[in-house]
């Protein structure tokens, strides 16, 4: 048994963190899957998320064994398509990025004879009632059937299609789950309506929200990286960190998307949700346990902390046309599914600050940007300098580029690695600025899931730890629906950056505000 430490502690045991890991994941295998069916109802079928992102991660985790034995898949959407063209329609979206190629072809065929069509309309329930009836067809044989529902369509008939589905075609013996996609609202108004909306049909319980930044391999290792290691806790503070970068960019720009992003823009595109849960997930207390409860109350007091946003900590920007030799990128006003003259921001810088005892005057500064110099996603912690420095002088850089940074790379090219000084072999004692290096393509020589890989695969477990909960949105719509509401009244003219760029230059000015130069 562990004994006691001097100061009274018991000693933390190994493995704690690792049983609790352990219990959490036993908790969401209730479901009996010898015993039991899975249903899975991809509504908007025909849509470019499904090809793109459903098809191929359910595909994968088929390959790889974790869907439970019975299971099929149908499409539903209001076009028309046969089973056998449907299946065509999949197929082409299917790549074999799990095992060789040839193992993958056996399971092509098999997989997408498990899939099926039934098309329909989002707001009839006759409709609905014909799927249910043929989803009954596969599953009778089962004392249980299970059926989740991804809304996979736009948010204007969110509501109409969890009512149908509800009335007309939820389980009538086993659970019924729905994946809803953002953007859930764009204001704190739209969202409570929705919401509202919502909840006549589906109980929380019911409703998963997609981020599919919780998803990713490096966030989900955040609380891994934070709470399993005794070296990061101790100093992630405003004792120890000087600012936190959280910096998404990417280098192309909103080409076919246009309509859809003029109505948002990137605030409410990736800065509201994507890295405002990271903030949440970086700064958050230590959760009771592992349990998704526990870890959604710790992020939901991160962000019921922030201070209020000013116009004067945010920067926004839109990218123009660059031309040039063998350049000729267009501009966000050239794509003809934007409106002329539109001022929506494809850039947009923003420092926040968390108002509590942990993060009091540490600047959170958050950017992201399309149609930049490059696509990476990164947290960049920096820390403060050492105070009364040794080796000052021997540095060969200023103070400020001599402190400590940890960067956590979400994508691409995963890594996580800790900036720190070196003396440079030999003799004589000069220092250098080095790395100690986590790439995961050196240490694990192995497939990284895709975000909806591991989210899909937690919804069939009823596992809601990386999923958005209510009051969790109504924070995160709390603190930017007056800025923007403030932006769009005032009509803030966003500062133009050439496609390609680093952006506007307004945004090194609102990170020198704070002294942070962005990595
Ligand atoms: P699509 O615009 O491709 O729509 C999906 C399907 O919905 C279409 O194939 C169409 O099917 C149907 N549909 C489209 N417009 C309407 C309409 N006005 N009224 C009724 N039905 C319509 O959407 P995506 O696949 O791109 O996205 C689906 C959801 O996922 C959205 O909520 C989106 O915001 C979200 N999302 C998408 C991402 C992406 O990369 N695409 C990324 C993150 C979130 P049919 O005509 O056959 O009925
Ligand atoms: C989506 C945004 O949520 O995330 C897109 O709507 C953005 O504008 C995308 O391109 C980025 O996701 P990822 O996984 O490619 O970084």
Redesign the pocket.
Known sequence: PASNTSNGTPPVEEGVVADQLDAAAAETHKTDWTKETLSIVVV???????R??IYPALFALYVEDMLPENFTIYGY???KMSDEEFRDYIGGSLTCRVTDEESCGDKYDTFLERCYYQPGQ?SDQSDFKALSDRMTETEKDMKKANRIFY???????FTAVAGCASKAASSPTGWTRVIV???FGKDSESFAQLERELSNFLSEEQMYRID?YLGKELIENLTVLRFANLVFEPLWSRNFIRNVQIIFSEDFGTEGRGG?FDQYGIIRDVIQNHLLQIVSLFAMEAPVSLDAEHIRNEKVKVLQSMKQLSLDDVVVGQYRARQGKGVNHPGYLDDDTVPAGSLCPTFAAVALFINNARWDGVPFLLKAGKALESRRTEIRVQFRHVPGNLFRDRLGLDLDRATNELVMRIQPDEAIYLKINNKIPGLGMKLDVTKLDLTYKQRYNQHLPDAYERLILDVVNGDKRLFIRNDELDAAWALFTPILKEIEDKKVQPELYPYGSRGPVGSHYLASKYGVRWG
């Open positions: 908007g079928a025909s849509g470019d998320l499904a793109k992102k959407a209001r076009s989002y809304l996979s369509i736009p948010p204007s008939i996609e953002k953007p599919h859809y």
